[in-house]
């Protein structure tokens, strides 16, 4: 049996990944303009893309194990063991495929990092504003109460003697 369920699965990948760091790089860009209707819209493209790159990871996770049950062996079922296994033109096909795609995901994980941080430092600008032009509250620790003069005022005298 080929490794061609495979190689077309991670195909598939590869370019799923690809398009969803596209988005991510758009989204960037709509982070910073601050247009929270694209924010949005963006935000649902990427949950289909995440939602497809899970199915096709499914049949990839089905490929491989279908291929390795086909060599007799099932030492651990991922692609680096399909490698070892597959011919020689597909081992090269498969490692490019692997490579790139660890690239991707490596790539979009750092432009979410980013945009996660853009994300931050606009919500800190907005609660910083909004403190500012909310009114102070009023500080409802213990105080001192105010004594009315009357008999039993002693100014600032007290009845124990904290020096005996």
Known sequence: ??????????????KLHRSLHDLAEKKTNIIKAGSMEALNKIMIDEQKHVKAIGMI?????????????KKGSMPSANVSACIELAEHSEKETLTVLKQSLLESVLSLKEINYLNQQLIYQ???????SLDMVRPKQQVFNYEKPVQQKGQYQTGNRSYFNSKA
């Open 57 to 69: 990871e499914r049949e990839r996770e089905q490929a491989v194990s279908e291929f390795l049950q």
């Open 1 to 14: 049996m080929s490794a061609q369920h495979i190689i077309t699965a991670m195909e598939k990948l590869v």
């Open 122 to 128: 606009s919500l800190q600008f907005i609660n910083l």
